[in-house]
C-alpha cells in the first residue's frame, strides 16, 4: 500500500510506522508527506491500535527535506510552493492530533523537518549517538511549518537556543531542550521505548485520545490560521535571492555569499 513508510501492528495493537527510505536518509520527499497524512488517518481510526511508534529504518531518523523537492522548489511559481508547504504542515497537523499515543524512537539523526518529526511525538527517546539541528537558516530558508510543534515542544526560550543559527546538537542537549524525554545506547532503545508503551495497554483508548485532545486543546495554538501563517511565511521565504543562493551553494558544493 505504502512506498515509503511501512507500518506493522502487533497482537497488542502496538503498530510500528517505520519511515523507510534508508538510501535518502528517511528525507521527507512529497510521496511520504502524502502516505505519512494518510497513515495518521488510518491508524488513528482504527480500533485495533492502541499506540503507534513513530521510527525510521537505517542510520538516519530524518534528514529534512528531501533533495529532489527541495530543487524542485527553486524552480517553482509562488502558488506551487505553498501547495507544497502545505503539504508538510498538513502531515504534521494529522500526526500531531492523531487520537492515539505517538511514541517516537529515533534511531539516528534528525534534521530540519525530522525535528519536527520529533516534537509531534507525545514522547520521544533517542540514541546517545545522534545528533539534531535545525538546518534550514543555513539555506537562506526557515523553520516555519514545523515551528509551531518546535515551540510547542520546547518553549520559545530554549527554542531561541537554535531555531535561527542552524547548529547541530547532540542527544545529551536535545534531552535538555525537551525534544528528548531521554537518551540510551543504542541496543537499549526497544527496552525504552517498550517501557513507554506498557502504560497505555492499561488504559482506557477512548479515555487516553480525549486526553491527548484535551492537552492540545490547553496548549499553544496550532490551528488552520497558524498553519497558514506558516505556510506563507515559508513561501515567501523561497521567493528570497537569500533562499537562491543558498540553495544554490547547497547544490552547487560551495560556500554561501554570507558565509565566512
Not at 500500500?1 to 495493537?13: L, P, V, W, Y
Not at 511549518?145 to 535561527?164: D, H, K, N, Q, S
Not at 490547553?218 to 515559508?234: F, H, K, S, V, W
Request: a negative charge.
Amino acid at each position: 500500500m505504502f512506498d515509503t513508510i511501512s507500518i506493522s501492528t502487533d497482537a497488542r495493537g502496538v503498530a510500528t510506522l517505520t519511515l523507510n527510505r534508508p538510501e535518502k536518509h528517511n528525507a521527507l520527499s512529497a510521496q511520504m508527506l502524502a502516505e505519512l497524512t494518510q497513515a495518521a488517518a488510518d491508524l488513528g481510526a482504527n480500533d485495533g491500535v492502541r499506540v503507534v511508534v513513530l521510527t525510521g529504518a537505517g542510520k538516519s531518523f530524518c534528514a529534512g527535506g528531501d533533495l529532489g523537492w527541495m530543487r524542485e522548489q527553486m524552480h517553482a511559481d509562488a502558488e506551487t510552493r505553498a501547495r507544497e508547504a502545505a503539504k508538510l504542515a498538513h502531515m504534521l497537523q494529522a500526526l500531531n492530533t492523531m487520537p492515539k499515543p505517538l511514541i517516537g524512537a529515533l534511531q539516528g539523526n534528525a534534521f530540519g523537518g525530522g525535528v519536527g518529526m520529533a516534537s509531534i511525538c507525545d514522547v520521544a527517546i533517542g540514541v546517545d549517538h545522534l545528533r539534531m539541528g535545525l538546518t534550514e537558516t543555513r539555506l537562506g530558508i526557515i523553520p516555519a511549518t514545523i515551528g509551531p510543534y518546535v515551540l510547542a515542544r520546547m518553549g520559545e526560550g530554549r527554542a531561541r537556543r537554535i531555531f535561527m543559527s542552524a547548529r547541530l546538537f547532540d542527544a545529551s542537549e536535545a534531552v535538555d531542550l525537551g525534544l528528548l524525554a531521554r537518551s540510551v545506547p543504542g541496543d537499549a532503545l526497544a527496552e525504552a521505548i517498550e517501557a513507554e508503551v506498557a502504560p497505555y495497554l492499561t488504559c482506557a483508548p477512548g479515555a487516553v485520545a480525549a486526553a491527548k485532545a484535551l492537552a492540545r486543546q490547553l496548549g499553544p495554538r496550532i490551528d488552520a490560521e497558524t498553519i497558514e501563517m506558516t505556510i506563507q511565511a515559508l513561501k515567501s521565504r523561497w521567493e528570497t535571492e537569500e533562499a537562491a543562493e543558498g540553495i544554490g551553494a547547497f547544490f552547487d558544493k560551495r560556500k554561501a555569499a554570507w558565509m565566512p
